[in-house]
């Protein structure tokens, strides 16, 4: 956040100055004492697990310039020296309006993102073509709720000219204010799939949720859609500005030709701007392609060269969690465990068949949560693909996995099916039966925690877990 005088910051967040001079200048807001910075003000938000009123003491140790408080701390009120103390009745909703009458200060083109998968992997893909023509804000990792959409405005400077946000839901009722937060002028909705099904009931709540954002739009607006799927597709009736469509088939304008899928990553010639734009991203998988097409077609949008988008796409890289590989002792283990529903299982199967292995594939599945009365049958239907997509062994983990461990059970006849109940006796498995060659794919939520130890253990962070060491040293 570019420097503000208290009286402000009371005014957005219709707070009560209590301490300290309104015309003091904060320089910009935290909501972590360990990274506060001086001159900054710590808000103090209070979560499940939490109360940042804990730790507002330690933030003005840190040098912050003042706190924002819901309720008196005993430690603040009995401090000397110079700081301020702004008095909220809701600290969450004091960060919503902070973040409201920030962004009313800057007159930018903002593109926001949506969707059931790829939100994250598409917003950077703008972000770093939007970058080779303008300097651009781009939300940081998954910053796509209420906090971490009001986070990202505050990041805004003067000199940006364009900002990528991320909008997330996992209930009804939050697309709205998160695109009325952002004020986007653009949307991009990537699919509609049964992700937090259990939250919503059925498809067509998610897709009349995602549409919220249609309605948001600040003219002129301009609606990127992924004219593949046929939800996503569907909503181009209720878009009130220009529809840009995008996919592998018409009547996406922009399309993939002469797909190939080389170790790794994907390559293309992409239908852009009247004519053929070669494409090459170390990005793997059919999903990619669709990331990369929604980025190219903002890019164009926007006017960024091509031979610039063409560069940035060579340049593009994965995120933590998203297909990524380590080699321990010859065997290959794939993380893409940054979340679990049908549709990022079935893509992350698919990318992971595409990719060449000289022994044998290992897949570790873990649960499908917040699927409502569709997760009994998603797990069995899950768990029969899979044993009929050719996997040499299956190991599932979690109480629901243990359905799609019977549907493939029932399926796979002879082959090796699993079924437990943590990381550690999957690790164990794994022991037992890798050798080099090997590919192992590990999916799964990363709410769960599971995979986060799961792949603790296998990249031997914790020697008493391991199994590094019991892998034959042998290269792949």
């Not at 893909?125 to 023509?133: N, S, V, Y």
Request: proline content about 6%.
């Amino acid at each position: 956040m570019e420097p503000q005088r208290m009286i402000t910051i009371a005014g957005w967040t219709e707070g009560r100055i209590e301490r300290g001079d309104p015309g003091t200048l904060a320089a910009g807001v935290g909501i972590d004492s360990r990274t506060v910075r001086p001159g900054e003000i710590f808000l103090a938000l209070q979560g499940e697990k939490y109360d940042g009123h804990d730790y507002a003491a330690a933030a003005l140790d840190r040098g912050a310039a003042g706190v924002i408080l819901s309720r008196p701390v005993e430690e603040i009120e009995r401090r000397t020296g110079e700081f301020s103390l702004l008095r909220v009745s809701d600290p969450l909703r004091a960060l919503a309006g902070l973040a409201r009458g920030y962004r009313e200060l800057f007159d930018l083109p903002a593109v926001a993102v949506t969707g059931s998968n790829g939100k994250t992997t598409t917003k950077n893909l703008i972000g770093l073509f939007l970058e080779r023509d303008r300097e651009t804000l781009i939300a940081p990792a998954s910053f796509n709720n209420i906090i971490g959409v009001s986070l990202t405005i505050l990041q805004l400077r003067s000199s940006h000219r364009a900002a990528v946000f991320e909008l997330g839901t996992n209930h009804p009722g939050e697309i709205g204010p998160l695109a009325r937060l952002c004020r986007p002028r653009m949307a991009v909705l990537t699919n509609i799939g049964p992700a937090h099904f259990g939250r919503f009931g059925s498809l067509e709540a998610i897709a009349d949720e995602k549409a919220r954002l249609l309605a948001e739009l600040k003219p002129p607006g301009a609606v990127f859609l992924n004219s593949d799927d046929p939800r996503t597709a569907a909503l181009a009736d209720r878009v009130p500005g220009e529809v840009i469509r995008y996919g592998f088939h018409p009547p996406a304008r922009v399309r993939p030709l002469d797909i190939s899928y080389p170790r790794g990553g994907v390559r293309f010639r992409a239908t852009l701007g009247g004519g053929d734009l070669p494409i090459e991203a170390p990005l793997p998988g059919r999903h990619n392609v669709l990331n990369l097409l929604a980025a190219l077609a903002v890019g164009d949008y926007f006017g960024v060269d091509p031979a610039a988008m063409r560069a940035a796409a060579r340049a593009a890289s994965l995120l933590p969690g998203r297909m990524e590989r380590v080699l321990l002792e010859g065997v290959e283990f794939i993380n893409d465990a940054y979340n679990a529903n049908p549709a990022s299982m079935a893509a992350a199967r698919e990318t992971w068949r595409k990719m060449k292995c000289r022994g044998r594939r290992i897949f570790v599945s873990g649960d499908m949560n917040e699927l409502g009365d569709f997760s009994e049958s998603a797990h069995r239907e899950w768990g029969a693909s899979l044993a009929r997509a050719g996997i040499d062994a299956l190991i599932f983990v979690g109480p629901l996995s243990r359905l799609a461990a019977r549907a493939a059970r029932e399926t796979a006849g002879q082959k090796r099916v699993e079924a437990v109940d943590n990381c550690r006796a999957a690790a164990e498995i794994l022991k037992e039966i890798v050798r080099p060659g090997d590919s192992v794919l590990l999916k799964g939520s990363p709410e769960d925690g599971v995979w986060r130890r799961l792949w603790k253990i296998l990249r031997n962070r914790n020697p008493e877990d391991g199994i590094r060491n019991s892998l034959p040293e042998q290269g792949l």
